[in-house]
Nanobody, 124 residues
Framework: QLVESGGGLVQPGGSLRLSCAAH????????VGWFRQAPGKEREGVSC????????VYTDSVKGRFTISRDDAKSTVYLQMTGLRPEDTAVYYC???????????????????WGQGTQVTVSP
C-alpha cells in the first residue's frame, strides 16, 4: 500500500507538493509513477521517476510546471506542482512498479490503485 498526501485547494498559479510514501517496503528498487483522475474523465499518467532518479517523464500538459523527485532513504516520492491550473483538478494517485517507459502511454484502465489518492482542487 502507498499513502498519498499533500493535496488541497489552491488558486490558479499556486503550488502544492504531493508525497507518496511506502510504509511496508522500500521503493528504492522500483519505478514510481503519478497518475490522476478528474471527475468524469479517464485516468491519466502524469509523471514517472525511475530507479535511482535518473529517468523522469512528464505528460506534455505538466512539463515545466511539475517536478517529480524521490528520497529513497524515506521511501517517498514527491510531485512538486507549480503554476497550477483549473484543469489540473483531480484526485492524484501514485503507483509502484510503474515502468516509466510506458507510463504515459498505457491504457487508462491499467493504472491500478495503490492508495486512497489525494484531492487537488484548483479554483479561484
Amino acid at each position: 500500500q502507498l499513502v498519498e498526501s499533500g493535496g488541497g485547494l489552491v488558486q490558479p498559479g499556486g503550488s502544492l507538493r504531493l508525497s507518496c510514501a511506502a510504509h511496508r517496503w522500500p521503493l528504492s528498487f522500483e519505478d514510481v509513477g503519478w497518475f490522476r483522475q478528474a471527475p468524469g474523465k479517464e485516468r491519466e499518467g502524469v509523471s514517472c521517476i525511475g530507479k535511482g532518479g535518473g529517468t523522469t517523464v512528464y505528460t506534455d500538459s505538466v512539463k515545466g510546471r511539475f517536478t517529480i523527485s524521490r528520497d529513497d532513504a524515506k521511501s517517498t516520492v514527491y510531485l512538486q506542482m507549480t503554476g497550477l491550473r483549473p484543469e489540473d483538478t483531480a484526485v492524484y494517485y501514485c503507483a509502484a512498479q510503474a515502468d516509466c517507459e510506458t507510463w504515459l502511454t498505457r491504457d487508462s484502465h491499467t493504472y491500478a490503485l495503490w492508495g486512497q489518492g489525494t484531492q487537488v482542487t484548483v479554483s479561484p
